[in-house]
């Protein structure tokens, strides 16, 4: 099986919904034995108490503010940069609406949009960095829909160490070694060490940041949408351990990039 599909495979199974439902699981199935019944409860009840919790929008809200590493970019001044790069979060393949043809996931139009906004601010050029699938629908949002013309496609990255490294050979050649780069905000922190080691420069430019969406007493009642950002969260804690392990084990020797 491919490496990617395992990486996705073991991300599902460790991050909510699917972690805190198999611990509840294995409680169940402790407690079927028929020894230490109590705690195997306890098991039981602890998975089901963090699947709560990660689905209640107050928790989501937490996690995801302390992933959060950088403040928006202020478009006001002046931005030292020579390129901006934007970063794919997924595609939707065969989109009715769009012919049939791949359209952007609802994390990539985000990064698109505040993309093209970056753009036209700076007038600087456009990179954008991903699969083949995810790099056609964004070069074809960003031109039809939004009226900016990526100058580079970079479309065989499969994570962020690639986006890295692939987009930092396409732009070496042009002498570019600072760029603006456009990614989740809660993506950032990770994405900027990638870019960081494979030699080039960042200003960050997060997109999606975090805002208050549930009013009131709604921030303790759980829903779909906090559990989805719950989950993005918890991957990008787990993202950075697996990073800092892969770093301090195989450190790679990339030109140091420029401040």
Same mark, same amino acid.
């Given at each position: 099986m491919d490496i990617f599909i395992w990486k996705q495979l073991l991300r599902n199974l460790a991050l909510p919904p699917t972690g805190p439902l198999l611990l509840a699981l294995a409680g169940l199935i402790w407690a079927a034995s028929a020894r230490r019944r109590r705690l195997a409860f306890g098991v039981c009840a602890a998975g089901f108490l963090l699947l709560w919790a990660f689905s209640t929008p107050i928790v989501a809200d937490v996690l995801m503010r302390s992933v959060e590493r950088y403040p928006p970019l202020d478009l006001s001044k002046p931005v030292q940069a020579q390129a901006i790069v934007i970063l794919g979060g997924g595609v939707r393949p065969d989109a009715p609406e769009y012919g049939g043809h791949p359209a952007p996931s609802s994390t990539t139009l985000q990064r698109l949009v505040y993309g093209a906004r970056v753009a036209r601010a700076t007038g600087l050029p456009v990179l954008v960095s991903g699969t083949h699938f995810e790099t056609e629908a964004m070069s074809d949002f960003l031109q039809h829909d939004l009226s900016v013309? /990526?100058?580079? !496609?970079?479309?065989?990255?499969?994570?962020?160490?690639?986006?890295?490294?692939?987009?930092?050979?396409?732009?070496?050649?042009?002498?570019? +070694?600072?760029?603006?780069?456009?990614?989740?905000?809660? +993506?950032?922190?990770?994405?900027?060490?990638?870019? +960081?080691?494979?030699?080039?420069? !960042? !200003?960050?430019?997060?997109?999606?940041?975090?805002?208050?969406?549930? /009013?009131?007493?709604?921030?303790?009642?759980?829903?779909?949408?906090?559990?989805?950002?719950?989950?993005?969260?918890?991957?990008?804690?787990?993202?950075?351990?697996?990073?800092?392990?892969?770093?301090?084990?195989?450190?790679?020797?990339?030109?140091?990039?420029?401040?």
């Open positions: 013309t /990526p100058r580079w !496609v970079e479309s065989r990255s499969r994570d962020t160490q690639q986006n890295a490294e692939k987009s930092a050979a396409i732009l070496a050649p042009a002498g570019i +070694h600072k760029v603006i780069l456009v990614t989740s905000s809660e +993506h950032m922190a990770r994405a900027i060490t990638e870019f +960081h080691l494979a030699g080039l420069a !960042v !200003v960050p430019a997060p997109a999606e940041m975090w805002t208050r969406r549930e /009013p009131g007493m709604l921030v303790w009642i759980p829903n779909a949408d906090a559990l989805v950002r719950s989950q993005r969260a918890m991957y990008e804690v787990l993202g950075r351990i697996v990073q800092s392990i892969r770093i301090e084990l195989a450190p790679r020797t990339h030109p140091t990039a420029r401040p």
